[in-house]
């Protein structure tokens, strides 16, 4: 026999071995398979924590309907309509706010629950745990579904003012648009002219300074921290604080004499001072010996914000001022 031959014969036998072999195990000749099982959506996590009621992944880092973004799923869901909460309020003030306070922290002692952290209300998702707890309370309270719903949707808009930790309720407002343009411009006009004018000019340094702002409420950041070049800052970042480099200041010497120029650095130790000519002039330093004046540019501007804020602690006279550089474009 040819050794292709032989190769085919064992091959032929091996085969016939296997097939005995399941049979013996009572497996008979090996059923078709049947396919593999259609792959079924993941179950939604459970109510509460990771799915909104707009479901999984939707409700809570979305953050729609006016919510704020992030935090767990009760801070995050989307708010009834105004109409819906204002009823809740309503219903939740006649009701409710005898025992659990208006302001939802109940009672000390404990009796009534603090519903700022009720496990009910922060579970709850459409109103379906509070309606079964308000069917139980005692007493007994005569409301209707719809009532309960809006209360609870009432406790949900105000758990969404809550920050991080369960902090108090407001330190987060929502829907919220802050409008600084309260001032007079006519009093603010005034209040300039008095103040400010001996520096700045409408029709000079502040010439069309309310189109270099994209709103309102960015011109008064800019005018009052004065970080803006119009204001003697560097227009590009948040102040220069407490550093003094980079300023003009005079260097007074042990006998006497000064140097003008660009204070580089001083400690107890060194001061650096760039000259009118660029060079770089260092002098050990002792006991404070040389005297270093740094003259500050806005100083001048913060000695005004100063007298200002202390003038005017309603700042009255700062949106006023505010609401009249917003005129000047």
Known sequence: MKAHTRLIAVAILAA???TGLVVAQGGGAPAP?????????????????????????QGGAQGRGGARRGGFTQYTRPLASPDVLARGKALYDTNCASCHAVDLRGTVDGKNPNLLRSGIALRDQKGELVTAAVAKHSPTLTLI????????????SVHATMGGQGSPPGRNPTNVTLNVLVGDAKSGEATFGAMCASCHS????????ATKFSDPRALQNGWVSGTTSAFGGGGGGGGRGSVTSGLPATVTMANGSKLEGTLVRQDDFLVVLMLPDGTRRSMARTDGVPRVDVRDPMAGH????????FEDPDNKKMHDITAYLWTIK
């Open 145 to 156: 579904e719809a009532d309960t719903v809006a209360i609870a949707e009432y406790i949900h």
């Open 16 to 18: 016939t071995a296997m």
């Open 202 to 209: 409408v029709t000079g340094n502040l010439r069309g300074i």
């Open 33 to 57: 398979q049947a396919p593999g099982p259609t792959a079924q959506p993941a179950p939604p996590p459970a109510a509460g924590r990771g799915a909104g009621p707009a479901g999984p992944g």
């Open 302 to 309: 913060n000695n005004t914000i100063l007298k200002l804020a």
